[in-house]
């Protein structure tokens, strides 16, 4: 069993549409999650980054992690063509300065249809 | 400020040969991480520094893979003798709280 379970997709959506995207986990040591989104034939970019359990917002962005249920969500409000691309979840027990590996989920493919 | 840079952003090599990837960290990042990315995964881990000192090998997949930052910026990853399953995307990502990704380079091993 992997560490962080991510469902690959496709997804599809209709412009304006909420996105849920959601990855779960089996260690409880991690307290770092972050979501990143890849376009194809690029490397990751950082979207959100939250530490512990609670919601953070940032524009149409809203990650939620609920550590009792090992369960993280990304949510993206009035989807636009330009959201298309591959969502990766990564989580960690500390931050990185620390030299703690992320670990990835494979990755959810989001398809916005205009 | 400039990002996380990585050449070649594609390579082909032959089965067999020698290969060198290179990442320039964003200026100031002490922490520096490799991955490897197989089409429709997540990035794997590889190996970290922590400036000069390779702290963590521990997902290097065997003894051909070799990493290196000898000044503590610039990274390389030799891969000797390649084999097809070395295929993928190769990340370095560059850190102070939370990693910041290079483009990656595409290695093709035929």
């Known amino acids: 069993q992997k560490e962080v379970e991510q469902d690959p997709g496709p997804l599809s959506v209709p412009e304006g549409a909420i996105v849920s995207l959601n990855c779960t986990y089996s260690n409880s040591a991690f307290q770092y999650f972050m979501w990143y989104r890849q376009y194809s034939r690029k490397g990751p970019e950082l979207l959100m980054y939250?530490?512990?359990?609670g919601n953070k917002e940032d524009g149409r962005f809203t990650a939620q992690v609920d550590k009792s249920s090992k369960y993280i969500s990304l949510f993206i409000r009035d989807s636009q063509p330009s959201d298309s691309a591959t969502y990766l979840c990564?989580?960690?027990?500390?931050?990185?300065?620390?030299?703690?590996?992320?670990?990835f989920g494979t990755g959810t493919s989001l398809t916005v249809i205009p | 400020g400039a990002g996380v840079s990585q050449s070649p952003r594609y390579k082909v090599a032959k089965r067999g040969q020698d290969v060198a990837l290179r990442c320039d960290p964003i200026s100031g990042h002490v922490s520096l991480f490799w991955y490897q990315q197989a089409l429709g995964q997540g990035p794997e881990f590889l190996t970290y520094?922590?400036?000069?000192?390779?702290?963590?090998k521990s997902g290097l997949p065997s003894d051909r893979f070799f990493a290196e930052r000898p000044e503590g910026s610039v990274s390389t990853l030799k891969i000797q003798r390649t084999q097809q399953e070395d295929s993928a995307v190769y990340l370095c990502a560059s850190s102070l709280t939370t990693q910041y990704f290079g483009p990656g380079t595409r290695l093709l091993v035929l």
């Open positions: 520094f922590q400036n000069e000192a390779q702290l963590d």
């Open positions: 939250t530490y512990s359990s």
């Open positions: 990564a989580m960690s027990p500390f931050g990185s300065n620390t030299g703690n590996q992320f670990y």
